[in-house]
């Protein structure tokens, strides 16, 4: 991403009220939360099973 100002911040926020309206943006934040969390969780995982497979080898020497 690139930088983000004050400006195109608060551009984003208004275009989003627009678009959802005020009652949905509770949502939309909770579900951009748990697929950020879940995201991460997946990229984690799969992170430590590569860590595994490269270091089992190296033990059997």
Known sequence: ????GMMEILLIGVALLI?????RLPDLGKSLGRSIQEF???SRELTDSVKDDVAAPAEKK
């Open 40 to 42: 991460k969780k997946a």
């Open 1 to 4: 991403m690139g930088n983000l």
């Open 19 to 23: 678009f959802f309206g005020p009652s």
